[in-house]
Antibody
Framework: QVQLQESGPGLVKPSQTLSLTCSVS??????????WSWIRQPAGKGLEWIGR???????IYNPSLRNRVTISVDTSKNQFSLNLSSVTAADTAVYYC???????????WGQGTLVTVSS | QSVLTQPPSVSGAPGQRITISCTGS?????????VQWYRQVPGTAPKVVIS???NRPSGVPDRFSGSKSGTSASLAITGLQADDEADYYC???????????FGGGTKLTVL
Protein backbone atom coordinates (compact mmCIF):
# COMPACT_ATOMS: atom_id res chain seq x y z
CA GLN A 1 0.00 0.00 0.00
CA VAL A 2 1.51 3.27 -1.15
CA GLN A 3 1.96 5.96 1.47
CA LEU A 4 3.12 9.56 1.08
CA GLN A 5 4.67 11.82 3.71
CA GLU A 6 5.49 15.52 3.37
CA SER A 7 8.42 17.12 5.15
CA GLY A 8 10.07 20.53 5.26
CA PRO A 9 10.26 23.81 7.15
CA GLY A 10 7.05 25.04 8.73
CA LEU A 11 8.10 28.69 8.55
CA VAL A 12 9.48 30.57 5.56
CA LYS A 13 10.33 34.27 5.33
CA PRO A 14 8.68 36.47 2.68
CA SER A 15 10.56 36.61 -0.63
CA GLN A 16 12.38 33.35 0.14
CA THR A 17 11.87 29.92 -1.41
CA LEU A 18 9.54 27.33 0.09
CA SER A 19 10.97 23.82 -0.22
CA LEU A 20 9.11 20.63 0.61
CA THR A 21 9.77 16.94 0.03
CA CYS A 22 7.31 14.08 -0.36
CA SER A 23 8.62 10.63 0.55
CA VAL A 24 6.90 7.72 -1.15
CA SER A 25 6.81 4.27 0.46
CA UNK A 26 5.22 1.03 -0.66
CA UNK A 27 5.71 1.74 -4.35
CA UNK A 28 8.17 3.17 -6.85
CA UNK A 29 8.06 6.79 -7.89
CA UNK A 30 9.25 5.66 -11.34
CA UNK A 31 6.01 3.71 -11.91
CA UNK A 32 4.89 5.05 -15.29
CA UNK A 33 1.22 4.55 -14.43
CA UNK A 34 1.15 7.55 -12.09
CA UNK A 35 1.73 11.26 -11.78
CA TRP A 36 2.94 12.83 -8.54
CA SER A 37 1.28 16.10 -7.57
CA TRP A 38 1.43 18.91 -5.05
CA ILE A 39 -1.82 20.48 -3.82
CA ARG A 40 -2.29 23.23 -1.25
CA GLN A 41 -5.07 24.57 0.94
CA PRO A 42 -5.01 27.94 2.74
CA ALA A 43 -6.73 27.91 6.10
CA GLY A 44 -10.49 27.88 5.71
CA LYS A 45 -10.28 27.80 1.92
CA GLY A 46 -10.45 25.31 -0.91
CA LEU A 47 -7.93 23.07 -2.62
CA GLU A 48 -5.52 24.36 -5.27
CA TRP A 49 -3.53 22.04 -7.54
CA ILE A 50 0.06 23.32 -7.81
CA GLY A 51 1.67 20.97 -10.32
CA ARG A 52 2.74 17.44 -11.12
CA UNK A 53 5.70 15.43 -12.31
CA UNK A 54 5.67 12.24 -14.37
CA UNK A 55 8.71 9.97 -14.33
CA UNK A 56 11.76 12.19 -13.88
CA UNK A 57 11.30 15.04 -16.27
CA UNK A 58 7.76 15.68 -17.42
CA UNK A 59 6.19 18.49 -15.43
CA ILE A 60 3.00 20.54 -15.67
CA TYR A 61 2.26 23.50 -13.42
CA ASN A 62 -0.80 25.54 -12.50
CA PRO A 63 -0.66 28.57 -14.83
CA SER A 64 -1.20 30.89 -11.86
CA LEU A 65 1.99 29.63 -10.19
CA ARG A 66 4.04 28.53 -13.17
CA ASN A 67 6.62 31.31 -12.91
CA ARG A 68 7.49 30.42 -9.32
CA VAL A 69 7.16 26.62 -9.14
CA THR A 70 9.60 23.79 -9.73
CA ILE A 71 8.84 20.12 -9.05
CA SER A 72 11.61 17.54 -9.24
CA VAL A 73 12.18 13.87 -8.49
CA ASP A 74 14.97 12.04 -6.66
CA THR A 75 14.59 8.43 -7.75
CA SER A 76 17.42 7.25 -5.50
CA LYS A 77 15.42 8.36 -2.45
CA ASN A 78 11.96 7.65 -3.93
CA GLN A 79 11.02 11.26 -3.25
CA PHE A 80 9.71 14.25 -5.15
CA SER A 81 10.07 17.87 -4.17
CA LEU A 82 8.40 21.25 -4.47
CA ASN A 83 10.17 24.59 -4.69
CA LEU A 84 8.05 27.74 -4.65
CA SER A 85 10.04 30.96 -4.98
CA SER A 86 9.36 34.55 -3.92
CA VAL A 87 6.75 33.56 -1.38
CA THR A 88 4.32 35.96 0.27
CA ALA A 89 1.74 35.59 3.03
CA ALA A 90 -0.70 34.40 0.36
CA ASP A 91 1.37 31.21 0.06
CA THR A 92 0.64 30.26 3.68
CA ALA A 93 -1.24 26.97 3.46
CA VAL A 94 -1.29 23.27 4.21
CA TYR A 95 0.66 21.59 1.42
CA TYR A 96 -0.26 18.06 0.37
CA CYS A 97 1.46 15.63 -1.95
CA UNK A 98 -0.67 13.07 -3.77
CA UNK A 99 -0.55 10.38 -6.44
CA UNK A 100 -2.86 10.41 -9.41
CA UNK A 101 -3.42 10.03 -13.13
CA UNK A 102 -5.25 12.17 -15.65
CA UNK A 103 -8.22 9.83 -15.47
CA UNK A 104 -8.32 8.83 -11.81
CA UNK A 105 -8.63 10.64 -8.47
CA UNK A 106 -5.77 11.81 -6.33
CA UNK A 107 -5.16 8.82 -4.08
CA UNK A 108 -3.44 8.45 -1.75
CA TRP A 109 -2.62 11.81 -0.19
CA GLY A 110 0.01 12.67 2.36
CA GLN A 111 -1.18 13.92 5.71
CA GLY A 112 -0.28 17.50 4.78
CA THR A 113 2.19 19.96 6.23
CA LEU A 114 1.49 23.54 7.29
CA VAL A 115 3.81 26.17 5.88
CA THR A 116 3.55 29.70 7.23
CA VAL A 117 5.12 32.62 5.41
CA SER A 118 6.07 35.26 7.95
CA SER A 119 9.05 37.35 8.96
CA GLN B 1 -12.77 32.01 -8.05
CA SER B 2 -12.75 28.26 -8.65
CA VAL B 3 -13.00 26.79 -12.14
CA LEU B 4 -15.64 24.36 -10.87
CA THR B 5 -18.57 25.93 -9.01
CA GLN B 6 -20.11 24.34 -5.91
CA PRO B 7 -22.63 25.73 -3.42
CA PRO B 8 -20.79 26.93 -0.28
CA SER B 9 -23.08 24.98 2.00
CA VAL B 10 -25.87 22.43 2.11
CA SER B 11 -27.75 20.97 5.06
CA GLY B 12 -30.18 18.21 5.83
CA ALA B 13 -31.74 16.32 8.67
CA PRO B 14 -30.67 12.80 9.60
CA GLY B 15 -32.15 10.28 7.20
CA GLN B 16 -32.74 12.80 4.44
CA ARG B 17 -31.19 12.97 0.97
CA ILE B 18 -28.98 15.83 -0.14
CA THR B 19 -27.22 16.65 -3.37
CA ILE B 20 -24.17 18.78 -4.04
CA SER B 21 -23.76 20.24 -7.52
CA CYS B 22 -20.53 20.90 -9.38
CA THR B 23 -20.78 23.12 -12.45
CA GLY B 24 -17.97 23.34 -14.98
CA SER B 25 -17.59 24.22 -18.63
CA UNK B 26 -16.84 22.84 -22.07
CA UNK B 27 -13.12 22.63 -21.28
CA UNK B 28 -13.44 20.38 -18.24
CA UNK B 29 -16.57 18.41 -17.30
CA UNK B 30 -18.16 19.16 -20.68
CA UNK B 31 -15.04 17.89 -22.45
CA UNK B 32 -15.77 14.47 -21.01
CA UNK B 33 -13.12 14.53 -18.32
CA UNK B 34 -14.17 12.48 -15.33
CA VAL B 35 -15.31 14.06 -12.06
CA GLN B 36 -13.94 12.95 -8.72
CA TRP B 37 -15.50 13.71 -5.33
CA TYR B 38 -13.60 14.03 -2.05
CA ARG B 39 -14.71 14.24 1.56
CA GLN B 40 -12.55 16.24 3.96
CA VAL B 41 -12.88 16.39 7.72
CA PRO B 42 -11.14 19.55 9.03
CA GLY B 43 -7.52 18.90 9.91
CA THR B 44 -7.23 15.82 7.71
CA ALA B 45 -6.42 15.11 4.08
CA PRO B 46 -9.24 14.71 1.54
CA LYS B 47 -10.42 11.18 0.78
CA VAL B 48 -12.15 9.93 -2.35
CA VAL B 49 -15.85 9.12 -1.99
CA ILE B 50 -16.73 8.95 -5.71
CA SER B 51 -14.28 8.26 -8.53
CA UNK B 52 -14.73 8.62 -12.28
CA UNK B 53 -18.19 10.21 -12.07
CA UNK B 54 -20.09 7.43 -10.36
CA ASN B 55 -17.82 4.76 -8.87
CA ARG B 56 -17.61 4.12 -5.15
CA PRO B 57 -14.19 3.09 -3.82
CA SER B 58 -14.08 0.12 -1.51
CA GLY B 59 -15.30 1.08 1.94
CA VAL B 60 -17.54 3.96 0.85
CA PRO B 61 -21.19 3.28 1.77
CA ASP B 62 -23.71 2.85 -1.03
CA ARG B 63 -25.52 5.88 0.40
CA PHE B 64 -23.05 7.90 -1.69
CA SER B 65 -23.58 8.18 -5.44
CA GLY B 66 -22.42 10.40 -8.27
CA SER B 67 -23.74 11.49 -11.61
CA LYS B 68 -22.62 13.64 -14.52
CA SER B 69 -24.46 15.33 -17.35
CA GLY B 70 -23.21 17.90 -19.82
CA THR B 71 -21.04 20.42 -18.00
CA SER B 72 -22.23 19.49 -14.50
CA ALA B 73 -21.93 16.72 -11.95
CA SER B 74 -23.65 15.90 -8.68
CA LEU B 75 -22.92 14.04 -5.49
CA ALA B 76 -25.91 12.56 -3.67
CA ILE B 77 -25.97 11.26 -0.13
CA THR B 78 -29.03 9.38 1.09
CA GLY B 79 -29.91 8.37 4.64
CA LEU B 80 -27.92 11.30 5.99
CA GLN B 81 -25.91 10.55 9.13
CA ALA B 82 -24.21 12.84 11.64
CA ASP B 83 -20.75 11.71 10.64
CA ASP B 84 -21.39 12.70 7.03
CA GLU B 85 -20.70 16.26 8.20
CA ALA B 86 -17.59 17.38 6.33
CA ASP B 87 -16.42 19.49 3.41
CA TYR B 88 -16.94 17.97 -0.03
CA TYR B 89 -14.93 18.87 -3.13
CA CYS B 90 -15.36 18.01 -6.79
CA UNK B 91 -12.34 17.78 -9.10
CA UNK B 92 -11.70 17.31 -12.81
CA UNK B 93 -9.16 18.18 -15.50
CA UNK B 94 -9.30 21.33 -17.61
CA UNK B 95 -7.90 21.14 -21.13
CA UNK B 96 -7.70 24.92 -21.64
CA UNK B 97 -5.62 25.39 -18.49
CA UNK B 98 -3.90 22.00 -18.89
CA UNK B 99 -4.45 21.69 -15.14
CA UNK B 100 -6.33 19.65 -12.59
CA UNK B 101 -9.05 21.83 -11.08
CA PHE B 102 -11.16 21.71 -7.93
CA GLY B 103 -14.48 23.13 -6.91
CA GLY B 104 -14.53 25.63 -4.07
CA GLY B 105 -15.93 23.06 -1.66
CA THR B 106 -19.31 22.55 0.01
CA LYS B 107 -19.78 22.35 3.76
CA LEU B 108 -22.36 19.73 4.63
CA THR B 109 -24.20 20.26 7.91
CA VAL B 110 -26.40 17.55 9.39
CA LEU B 111 -29.09 19.31 11.37
Amino acid sequence: QVQLQESGPGLVKPSQTLSLTCSVSGGSITNRNYYWSWIRQPAGKGLEWIGRIFTTESTIYNPSLRNRVTISVDTSKNQFSLNLSSVTAADTAVYYCARGTIFDPFDPWGQGTLVTVSS
Amino acid sequence: QSVLTQPPSVSGAPGQRITISCTGSSSNIGANYDVQWYRQVPGTAPKVVISNNNNRPSGVPDRFSGSKSGTSASLAITGLQADDEADYYCQSFDSSLNSWVFGGGTKLTVL
